[in-house]
T-cell receptor, first 115, second 120 residues
Framework: AQSVAQPEDQVNVAEGNPLTVKCTYS??????LFWYVQYPNRGLQFLLK??????LVKGSYGFEAEFNKSQTSFHLKKPSALVSDSALYFC?????????????FGRGTQLTVWP | DADVTQTPRNRITKTGKRIMLECSQT?????MYWYRQDPGLGLRLIYY???????NKGEISDGYSVSRQAQAKFSLSLESAIPNQTALYFC???????????????????FGPGTRLTVL
């Protein structure tokens, strides 16, 4: 069965400091991995994805994520946080071998960046 | 994403009423999805459709039904609303990579702005 765990409900960081939002996954085959962000009263926006190739993936707004197969993790990172990065972040996974194409989402991590 | 629209954006209704949430997209995508979001639970899939003739149940389809009227339209119905269906509902679309065939659907999903439904 496919599943995603985001072990932290909340992450708090000071502006200018690096941030990490954690994600671990479980799939029966090889994964496709995604990060989405949700700002208040908005839908989810795509940030980045890992499909294949380089384990370090760069996405929108200066975010990046590193795929670690041995640890089944796909943590989201940013070298220097901004107050405007404060939002709800979702990790998602799908099984590469599945023909259904559906995503499984984590429960979300609320990121707060204070000035 | 302005290419995926949902109506209404907010709705308050009473227990037992029939409710329809509508989703339209101008992306030309074949695949459409309905999710509900509850605090602390993330997004859970209700139904998904790969084309107008293909509809599949998600993990929480009980109490819901859908209709794919056209490639661009995918409606979610609550036949008899109950309070625990109070949630934020999202529609999403995606399209498979044309070069990868049935296994190539690794493109991201595009979400509408959501419908906030309250059942009293």
């Amino acid at each position: 069965a496919q599943s995603v765990a985001q072990p932290e409900d909340q992450v708090n960081v000071a502006e200018g400091n690096p941030l990490t939002v954690k994600c671990t996954y479980s799939v029966s085959g090889n994964p496709y991995l995604f990060w989405y962000v949700q700002y208040p009263n908005r839908g989810l926006q795509f940030l980045l994805k890992y499909i294949t190739g380089d384990n370090l993936v760069k996405g929108s707004y200066g975010f990046e994520a590193e795929f670690n197969k041995s640890q089944t993790s796909f943590h989201l990172k940013k070298p220097s946080a901004l107050v405007s990065d404060s939002a709800l972040y979702f990790c998602a996974v799908r099984d590469r071998g599945s023909t259904l194409g559906r995503l499984y989402f984590g429960r979300g991590t609320q990121l707060t960046v204070w000035p | 994403d302005a290419d995926v629209t949902q109506t209404p954006r907010n709705r308050i209704t009473k227990t037992g009423k029939r409710i329809m949430l509508e989703c339209s997209q101008t992306k030309g995508h074949d695949r459409m999805y309905w999710y509900r979001q509850d605090p602390g639970l993330g997004l859970r899939l209700i139904y998904y459709s790969f084309d107008v003739k293909d509809i599949n149940k998600g993990e929480i389809s009980d109490g819901y039904s859908v209709s794919r009227q056209a490639q661009a339209k995918f409606s979610l119905s609550l036949e008899s609303a109950i309070p625990n269906q109070t949630a934020l509902y999202f529609c999403a679309t995606s399209d498979p990579n044309p070069g990868q065939g049935a296994l190539g659907s690794y493109n991201e999903q595009f979400f509408g702005p959501g419908t906030r439904l309250t059942v009293l």
